[in-house]
T-cell receptor, first 110, second 115 residues
Framework: KQEVTQIPAALSVPEGENLVLNCSFTDSAIYNLQWFRQDPGKGLTSLLL?????REQTSGRLNASLDKSSGRSTLYIAASQPGDSATYLCAVNTGNQFYFGTGTSLTVIP | GAVVSQHPSRVICKSGTSVKIECRSLDFQATTMFWYRQFPKQSLMLMAT?????????EQGVEKDKFLINHASLTLSTLTVTSAHPEDSSFYICSARDASRVGAFFGQGTRLTVV
């Protein structure tokens, strides 16, 4: 069974810092991996999608990497802003099911 | 941790028929449930948000008469795809949250294939 782990569970940084969120999964047989943002009381917002054949995706200040063989993905956020404060989730799609991590709660302090 | 059960995990149906997908929160009361879908090679997209006892709020571009959402109790929400067509074939996933917890908990999804 696929297990997805996110570290750290919570992170607090001052505004302007670069930061890295980590996601690891136990079974490398994945279809794709997706990073989401969730604001309190809201649904998920998709940030980046990485297909299993890709190693990296970038969108603005966000960069996600995927190392399928080692079962790891990272989400890099450059020059963090208070508006980046949210919970960040990674999800692994095996083609049949989604497996979600428990999330990293990020707080960016002005 | 909280458990959200989604059923069925896979379903194949004929074009023109309706399909119902259930989402249950097993050990907590879900005041809000979210329904998502993902087309092949695309991101997971929010379809609608439902609060128990209220009408669902649909995202732009989602037909509310085609995707019927019922959230009649604090532990069950259903999504009915009416008059399904092959273009409705997708992966549907629900998530649920309650007022006392941070974040939402997810079902493992339903792969719908319309033939």
């Amino acid at each position: 069974k696929q297990e997805v782990t996110q570290i750290p569970a919570a992170l607090s940084v001052p505004e302007g810092e670069n930061l890295v969120l980590n996601c690891s999964f136990t079974d490398s047989a994945i279809y794709n991996l997706q990073w989401f943002r969730q604001d309190p009381g809201k649904g998920l917002t998709s940030l980046l999608l990485i297909q299993s054949s890709q190693r990296e995706q970038t969108s603005g200040r966000l960069n996600a990497s995927l190392d399928k063989s080692s079962g790891r993905s990272t989400l890099y956020i450059a020059a963090s802003q208070p508006g980046d404060s949210a919970t960040y989730l990674c999800a692994v799609n095996t083609g049949n099911q989604f497996y979600f991590g428990t999330g990293t709660s990020l707080t960016v302090i002005p | 941790g909280a458990v959200v059960s989604q059923h069925p995990s896979r379903v194949i149906c004929k074009s023109g028929t309706s399909v119902k997908i259930e989402c249950r929160s097993l050990d907590f009361q879900a005041t809000t449930m979210f329904w998502y879908r993902q087309f092949p090679k695309q991101s997971l997209m929010l379809m609608a948000t439902s609060n128990e006892g209220s009408k669902a709020t649909y995202e732009q571009g989602v037909e509310k008469d085609k995707f019927l959402i019922n959230h009649a109790s604090l532990t069950l929400s259903t999504l009915t795809v009416t008059s399904a067509h092959p273009e409705d074939s997708s992966f549907y996933i629900c998530s649920a949250r309650d007022a006392s917890r941070v974040g939402a908990f997810f079902g493992q999804g339903t792969r719908l294939t319309v033939v």
